[in-house]
């Protein structure tokens, strides 16, 4: 089992429509939580920590189920600048580190 | 303030020849990292380094990799007789302390002719 699973996409949605991304991770003892964007040919960027009382940024909210293994990541009113790859990010299985997922792919369509 | 900077920006060299890129980190920031990211992929953790403890060299692909880290600040990742499978995106990110959130670098475009 890999340390952080994302569904690839791409999600494919209209503009205004709402979309939620999960993200299973392996570790239970897993502390630190983000979400991180990253546009076509640039760096990550850091969207938002999640915390475990779930946590919310504009359009953006963010949540974690421990029980699960999971984080969650929903959009409210699309926008087309919101199209990009998210990445999730948790503690490694050793847990000396962060680690990245592999990402999903968002499409904000007019 | 300044963020994470990395050059050069873009490297082209041949089959065969040694490369080395350099990553200047936040100041301050005790943690540093280098990953590798091919077109259309994710990122690909390289190494690690935390403070003045041993770099986590785990991801490194081959014994062609390697990198240092200068006083705690600067880094540098060298690639030894490049390989056309070496040509990616490599990234330079820190952070305050390991758990903290990461910054990322602009990247390095390594094209192995």
């Known amino acids: 089992r890999k340390e952080v699973e994302q569904d690839p996409g791409p999600f494919n949605v209209p503009e205004g429509a709402t979309v939620a991304f999960n993200c299973t991770y392996s570790?239970?003892?897993?502390?630190?939580f983000f979400w991180y964007r990253q546009d076509c040919r640039k760096e990550p960027k850091l969207l938002m920590s999640?915390?475990?009382s779930g946590n919310e940024d504009g359009r953006f909210t963010a949540q974690l189920n421990r029980a699960s293994q999971y984080i969650s990541l929903l959009i409210r009113d699309s926008k087309l600048s919101d199209s990009a790859t998210y990445l999730c990010v948790v503690n490694s299985d050793a847990g000396n580190m962060l680690t990245f997922g592999g990402g999903t792919r968002l499409m904000v369509k007019p | 303030g300044a963020g994470v900077s990395q050059s050069p920006s873009n490297k082209v060299t041949e089959k065969g020849k040694d490369v080395e890129l350099r990553c200047d980190p936040i100041s301050g920031h005790t943690a540093l990292y280098w990953y590798r990211q091919s077109l259309g992929q994710g990122l690909e953790f390289l190494i690690y380094?935390?403070?003045?403890?041993?770099?986590?060299k785990s991801g490194l692909p081959s014994d062609r990799f390697s990198a240092e880290r200068t006083g705690g600040s600067v880094s540098t990742l060298t690639i030894q007789r490049t390989q056309q499978e070496d040509s990616a995106v490599y990234l330079c990110?820190?952070?305050?302390?390991?758990?903290?959130?990461?910054?990322f670098g602009p990247g390095t475009r390594l094209t192995v002719l």
């Open positions: 380094f935390q403070g003045n403890s041993a770099p986590d």
């Open positions: 990110a820190s952070s305050l302390a390991r758990m903290n959130e990461q910054f």
């Open positions: 570790n239970s003892a897993s502390q630190s």
């Open positions: 999640v915390y475990s």
